[in-house]
């Protein structure tokens, strides 16, 4: 088994592609194969959600490179910056993993949600495409680990810029 345990520098050279969803993206350790059938073990820090086009380093020394998979998404299209906005309030506050574009927003796809957006009056249109949500205020994973032995995750304040 291909064993990765983290993560290579976004300029190194690729020996091979793996080609992954959104919902293994999103997960620390997972097992799936390459293109070529082989078994590989995906063991990061917890919290890492991989994007397109980043860099995994195994314990032999390849780098694969990691391709967001075609899903099946819903495209949200509405008239305004606001009625955009509004919509990303409301799936927000259902903790929906949602992708931002200038004129529509991309969630997975889901009836339950898509009649939601269209009784808010947004048009939608089921794509398939590789889904790259925004990765939060944090920047990685969901968590509620222990931080700093306070037995919770990170608070907003402890971002702060550094002083010059």
């Not at 890492?48 to 490179?65: C, H, K, M, P, W």
């Not at 819903?74 to 927000?92: C, F, K, P, T």
Request: net charge negative; hydrophobic share 35%; charged share 30%.
């Amino acid at each position: 088994m291909l064993l990765i345990t983290k993560l290579a520098d976004k300029f190194s050279r690729v020996d091979d592609e793996i080609s992954l969803p959104f919902d293994l993206r999103k997960k620390c350790r997972f097992k799936t194969l390459s293109p070529d059938g082989e078994e590989v073990g995906i063991f990061l820090e917890r919290g890492t959600i991989l994007a397109d086009g980043d860099r995994l380093a195994s314990e032999d020394g390849r780098v694969i490179r990691v391709v967001a998979q075609d899903e099946p998404l819903l495209l949200i299209m509405r008239g305004s910056a606001r009625s955009l906005a509004q919509l990303s309030y409301h799936l927000g506050n259902r903790h929906v993993p949602l992708e931002i574009f200038d004129d529509c927003l991309r969630i997975a796809y889901d009836e339950v949600l898509k009649s939601m957006v269209e009784g808010l009056g947004a048009l939608t249109q089921a794509v398939a495409a590789p889904f790259q949500p925004e990765r939060g205020a944090y920047g990685g994973g969901h968590s509620h680990e222990t931080e700093h032995g306070k037995g919770r995750g990170p608070i907003i304040h402890e971002f702060s810029k550094s002083p010059d």
